[in-house]
């Protein structure tokens, strides 16, 4: 291998971070069972103890998942500008059915939510997917799924996580700071004249990067937007020959923070939110509308919206079935859509204050992330590959 030449981030995604998926869900299973045994009075205070002007907790929804979304900028603008989605061929079944798999979740939320608006303003929740959950799963059923599955999945999750970050700055932004958010419009102007000026060095932009974290978490709008913004200005050498270029300093940033965002930051981030106590609850918990919403809108509106709007874009010659695919495994990949859990659960903070209906969305996301899983995995284990056709524009 060349030595500048790294194993892309997306083949590292369909191999490693299916680990870190499996890992997540560890995680997750861990926080249930610390919530509601003798330590959860430890659990939750040690979340909620001071440090250094924020709790614990606080440090890891708005500093470590700044880093998580920092990531997730460079893999949308790599995807976009020199990746899976930088044509349309390759970009036009992801992006609608991760469209289908936004708008149909959110109207079954909103449906079901519809006359209250304290809890219509949790309408994005179930509308993301995640992408690690998801990729956990399919690695576990091995060489049954085809890889163009697994790359549909992941473009599509990509696509996702871009709608959320619009969705977390434009709906769900707090009192604003105007002198702050000047500033961070500065430090942003800043970096783009590092980019414009052909600065390859990582270091001046992290350095900046942290200033404007610091700017946005004072002007009101979410802390981890700034990571997003960072990723936009980290400058990308595309190379159609060689994208795995290591020469490009968003290549070298995204490889760079891979491990520690699969391996550490999400896993932290799942035991951190998905701990929820069952003491006192009961059964009539599912029946509230905001998890009774979040649950339907990720099991039932997910697979709808992304397998409805894949099957018209398909049948409408906009796009075509991924390569070795069968409508079954479209179908069943569309079912582990419905895995929300990272996104959801971060959507569902920024919504609600309220303690309980905090519960009430933990209870939704592990409720409709757990039937999708399981029914996705389940379809998906039996169905079979279908022959595959040569044609240039698959994915």
Same mark, same amino acid.
């Given at each position: 291998?060349?030595?500048?030449?790294?194993p892309?981030?997306?083949?590292e995604?369909?191999?490693?971070?299916?680990?870190?998926g499996?890992?997540?869900?560890?995680?997750?299973?861990?926080?249930?069972?610390?919530?509601?045994s003798?330590?959860?009075?430890?659990?939750?205070?040690?979340?909620?103890?001071?440090?250094a002007?924020?709790?614990?907790?606080h440090?890891?929804?708005?500093?470590?998942? /700044?880093?998580?979304?920092? =990531?997730?900028? +460079?893999?949308?603008?790599?995807?976009? #500008?020199? &990746?899976?989605? @930088? $044509?349309? !061929?390759?970009?036009?079944?992801?992006?609608?059915?991760?469209?289908?798999?936004?708008?149909?979740?959110?109207?079954?939320?909103?449906?079901?939510?519809?006359?209250?608006?304290?809890?219509?303003?949790?309408?994005?929740i179930?509308?993301?997917?995640?992408?690690?959950?998801?990729?956990?799963?399919?690695?576990?059923?091995?060489?049954?799924?085809?890889?163009s599955?697994?790359?549909?999945?992941?473009?599509?999750?990509?696509?996702?996580?871009?709608v959320?970050?619009?969705?977390?700055?434009?709906?769900?932004?707090?009192?604003?700071?105007?002198?702050?958010?000047?500033?961070?419009?500065?430090?942003?102007?800043?970096?783009?004249?590092?980019?414009?000026?052909?600065?390859?060095?990582? /270091?001046?932009y992290?350095? =900046?990067?942290? +200033?404007?974290?610091?700017?946005?978490? #004072?002007? &009101?709008?979410? @802390? $981890?937007? !700034?990571?997003?913004?960072?990723?936009?200005?980290?400058?990308?050498?595309?190379?159609?020959?060689?994208?795995?270029?290591?020469?490009?300093?968003?290549?070298?940033?995204?490889?760079?923070?891979?491990?520690?965002?699969?391996?550490?930051?999400?896993?932290?981030?799942?035991?951190?939110?998905?701990?929820?106590?069952?003491?006192?609850?009961?059964?009539?918990?599912?029946?509230?509308?905001?998890?009774?919403?979040?649950?339907?809108?990720?099991?039932?509106?997910?697979?709808?919206?992304?397998?409805?709007?894949?099957?018209?874009?398909?049948?409408?010659?906009?796009?075509?079935?991924?390569?070795?695919?069968?409508?079954?495994?479209?179908?069943?990949v569309?079912?582990?859509?419905?895995?929300?859990?990272?996104?959801s659960?971060?959507?569902?903070?920024?919504?609600?204050?309220?303690?309980?209906?905090?519960?009430?969305?933990?209870?939704?996301?592990?409720?409709?992330?757990l039937?999708?899983?399981?029914?996705?995995?389940?379809?998906?284990?039996?169905?079979?590959?279908?022959?595959?056709?040569?044609?240039?524009?698959?994915?």
């Amino acid at each position: 291998m060349h030595p500048t030449r790294k194993p892309s981030v997306l083949r590292e995604l369909l191999e490693s971070e299916a680990t870190g998926g499996l890992l997540l869900m560890g995680a997750a299973a861990l926080a249930l069972f610390v919530a509601n045994s003798p330590l959860s009075a430890a659990y939750f205070g040690a979340l909620h103890a001071p440090f250094a002007g924020l709790d614990v907790l606080h440090w890891i929804n708005d500093g470590l998942m /700044a880093v998580f979304f920092l =990531f997730v900028g +460079l893999e949308i603008k790599r995807e976009f #500008l020199d &990746g899976q989605l @930088a $044509t349309w !061929a390759n970009r036009a079944l992801p992006c609608i059915a991760a469209a289908g798999g936004v708008l149909v979740p959110g109207l079954i939320y909103a449906a079901v939510n519809a006359g209250n608006p304290t809890t219509l303003r949790g309408w994005a929740i179930p509308t993301a997917t995640d992408i690690a959950f998801a990729l956990g799963v399919l690695s576990l059923l091995g060489k049954r799924v085809p890889t163009s599955l697994k790359v549909f999945l992941a473009t599509l999750a990509i696509v996702d996580d871009l709608v959320a970050v619009l969705v977390i700055a434009v709906f769900y932004t707090a009192k604003i700071d105007l002198a702050a958010l000047g500033g961070a419009g500065l430090t942003t102007l800043l970096l783009i004249g590092l980019n414009r000026l052909k600065v390859t060095r990582l /270091a001046p932009y992290l350095v =900046f990067g942290a +200033l404007l974290w610091w700017l946005v978490l #004072l002007s &009101g709008i979410h @802390a $981890t937007i !700034a990571g997003v913004v960072l990723a936009m200005t980290v400058p990308l050498r595309p190379s159609k020959a060689a994208p795995d270029d290591m020469t490009s300093p968003l290549h070298r940033l995204e490889h760079a923070l891979s491990p520690w965002v699969a391996f550490l930051i999400v896993p932290v981030f799942g035991f951190a939110n998905a701990g929820v106590s069952f003491a006192g609850t009961s059964l009539a918990i599912l029946g509230e509308p905001v998890t009774l919403g979040v649950a339907a809108g990720l099991l039932f509106g997910k697979q709808t919206g992304v397998f409805l709007s894949s099957w018209l874009a398909i049948r409408a010659g906009v796009a075509r079935l991924p390569v070795a695919a069968s409508w079954s495994q479209l179908y069943g990949v569309s079912l582990l859509c419905g895995i929300g859990f990272t996104m959801s659960l971060f959507i569902g903070l920024l919504a609600f204050r309220d303690a309980a209906l905090q519960d009430e969305v933990k209870i939704g996301v592990l409720a409709g992330s757990l039937v999708s899983a399981l029914a996705g995995a389940a379809l998906l284990s039996v169905v079979k590959k279908r022959t595959p056709r040569p044609a240039s524009g698959d994915l």
